[in-house]
């Protein structure tokens, strides 16, 4: 059960479409859902039904055409660019497929990362970065590079990125898409945690069922329109 | 701090790729540097000129000689210090590949007008006291190995014959751009072997050099000697020593533009080679910029971080461009001889070469670093993987 009732979501009539070309692609036709602080939603569909999109506009990152899209009590569509990113940095982790870590900086560098845009010092960004990687069972991995990690690792740095700042929301988008079953089942099993143990609001786009079966609300979107699982 | 590891590292990311990048720089501004060391050679004789001293020749042109006479009258000309005359030899020493320049010399007055070559006292009595004595410059002394108590024998191409001369000294330059590639004698040894074979010839000379005792006298003594010898039977022309030498310029300057077009061009170029090395990064880059800028970091660090790797690069390359100018053009100096009195590397040439490599690497960045900034997080972000 989510660890509250209040939302940190709340959606109203969001609409998306694409242009492609002449033609214009809906995405999403008018969305509405709330997600409870502290839930850990999955949300479900073939590939083109737009999950990705809502995902991606939930964590500020795009823009829908109409609709009210309120995040962590701030109303997302109202802000600038430079707002959005001062936003993002304070209230979301971002999750990704391929980890997205930079290949030049290395394990603790790409946690650290996020803290260059905060106003602690460099030992304070340090503490905080060990104990991540602690926390993630990586502290004898800190002086690695990406290449030198094997995918479950690196996607274990990727989240430690994405909490280093401790944000409220987590967004993961296919964040067991490149990964082998062991691995897999690690990284879910250490997304359930930090929803569990640390309050984390998590909201996860997947394909796979089994990864959807650990999370408390399944959300289903087909050609731009949800349903509840 | 944090930045600058970031843009080294990823200044050197794909080694290859930023290595040919830097060697392209290296050798555009090299040859950029070596073009414009050309450039400034060319000139280098109206720089090292005077203002306090003019060159009078005749009017119709420098190959017709001018009386002995004149030199009286021009003394007696108010603002005039001293003068002297010099008679372009044109010998040949060897063969014809061994260009150099050669004058024959009123010595004691021309060296009293000339404070720029320096030349040891005992080597200066040497010299005057050996009609046959030859002063050589330092540079001509080491290209062609000449030390006081050689023998040199210079074929005539004017003055018919074989001449022989003794080096007796050698001058050193007061300054970096000072000639030091000519061959002078006395003209008293040219005039006697003159009166001998060719007696109408003698008692002329090529230009008179003018030692004013004021610059600010120039204008009026150039057109008082001129007035002077108006509607002689050798009217003369009288310029500062500066136009003077930058009338040979003249004569060559369709050359010489081109070599700076071709300066430029250079530049041009690499900064197109270096344009497309960024794009293709910056493209290459597009879902880690997506990244950043989704993890919270907003355009202009982003463009800061492109501009710094691509300032690296050229930074790099530039520095090594500049190094290699000075081995380069010796090794240049010493391949043409005497061809260029003076062949320096000033630092007005590592200024540009300098600006042009910030140039590079700033131009370059601009439109990488523009589409970074601009890049949306959601498009970028599916170039990952």
């Known amino acids: ?229 | 701090m944090w930045y600058l590891k970031l843009i080294v590292r990823n200044a050197f990311r794909h080694q290859l790729r930023t290595g040919l990048t830097v060697l392209g720089i290296v050798v555009a501004i090299l040859a950029f540097g070596l073009l414009r060391t050309v450039v400034d050679a060319w000139y280098a004789g109206a720089e090292a000129a005077s203002a306090t001293r003019l060159v009078t020749r005749n009017a119709i042109s420098l190959i017709f000689a001018l009386p002995l006479t004149y030199q009286g009258r021009i003394r007696q000309i108010e603002g005039v210090k001293s003068v002297s005359h010099a008679n372009w030899f044109g010998g040949v020493y060897i063969t014809e590949k061994n260009f150099f320049p050669q004058f024959a010399v009123q010595a004691q007055s021309y060296f009293a007008l000339y404070p720029e070559f320096i030349i040891s006292p005992d080597e200066m009595r040497e010299f005057m006291h050996d009609r046959r004595g030859a002063i050589v410059g330092r540079r001509l002394a080491s290209i062609y190995g000449f030390k006081p108590g050689d023998q040199v024998t210079l074929r005539g191409t004017i003055f018919p014959g074989n001449w022989e001369f003794v080096v007796r000294g050698v001058y050193d330059g007061a300054e970096a751009r000072t000639d030091t590639s000519q061959f002078f004698f006395h003209w008293e040894y040219l005039n006697e072997t003159m009166r001998k074979i060719s007696p109408r010839r003698s008692n002329s000379v090529g230009v008179y050099v003018i030692g004013l005792t004021s610059a600010g006298h120039a204008a009026a003594v150039t057109a008082a000697i001129d007035a002077t010898f108006k509607n002689s039977l050798a009217e003369t022309l009288t310029e500062t020593e500066q136009a003077f030498q930058l009338g040979f310029v003249s004569m060559t300057e369709a050359i010489v533009v081109a070599i700076e077009i071709v300066s430029y061009l250079v530049i041009f170029i690499i900064m197109a080679v270096m344009a497309n090395t960024m794009a293709m990064t910056a493209r290459e880059r597009s879902a880690e910029y997506a990244t950043l800028k989704a993890l919270g970091f907003g355009p202009l660090p982003l463009a800061a971080m492109i501009f710094g790797e691509s300032l690296a690069i050229a930074a790099v390359g530039g520095l090594a461009g500049i190094a290699l100018t000075f081995p380069a053009a010796e090794r240049f100096a010493a391949e043409v001889g005497s061809l260029f009195p003076v062949f320096n590397v000033d630092s007005g040439t590592v200024m540009m070469q300098a600006a042009a490599a910030l140039l590079i690497g700033a131009v370059a960045a601009c439109l990488p670093a523009l589409r970074a900034a601009q890049v949306r997080i959601a498009d970028g972000l599916r170039h990952a993987g």
Do not use: C
Request: overall charge negative; aromatic content about 4%; cysteine-free.
């Open chain 1, 1 to 229: 059960m989510p660890s509250s009732t209040e939302s940190i979501v709340e959606i109203r009539n969001l609409v998306k479409s694409y242009r492609r070309g002449d033609q214009i692609v809906p995405v999403l036709s008018g969305i509405t859902f709330d997600i409870a602080a502290g839930d850990y939603v999955a949300l479900m569909g073939p590939s083109g039904s737009g999950k990705s999109t809502l995902l991606n506009m939930i964590a500020g990152i795009d823009k829908p055409d109409s609709g009210s899209l309120r995040v962590a009590g701030t109303d997302i569509t109202a802000l600038n660019e430079s707002d959005l990113a001062a936003w993002r940095a304070r209230n979301v982790g971002f999750i990704f497929q391929f980890y997205n870590l930079m290949p030049v900086l290395t394990a603790f560098e790409n946690i650290e990362l996020p803290l260059l845009l905060t106003d602690l010092s460099a030992r304070e960004r340090g503490e905080h970065v060990a104990a991540a990687l602690a926390m993630m069972s990586l502290s004898d991995r800190s002086d690695h590079y990406p290449s030198e990690l094997s995918g479950g690792q690196q996607q274990r740095v990727a989240i430690a990125r994405a909490i280093i700042t401790d944000p409220a929301i987590l967004v993961a988008d296919e964040p067991t898409g490149d990964l082998d079953r062991v691995s897999a089942a690690e990284i879910l099993h250490l997304i359930e945690r930090l929803n569990r143990e640390l309050g984390k609001t998590v909201i996860l786009v997947t394909h796979d069922p089994h990864a959807a079966g650990k999370a408390r609300t399944v959300r289903h979107l087909e050609k731009g329109e949800l349903s509840e699982a």
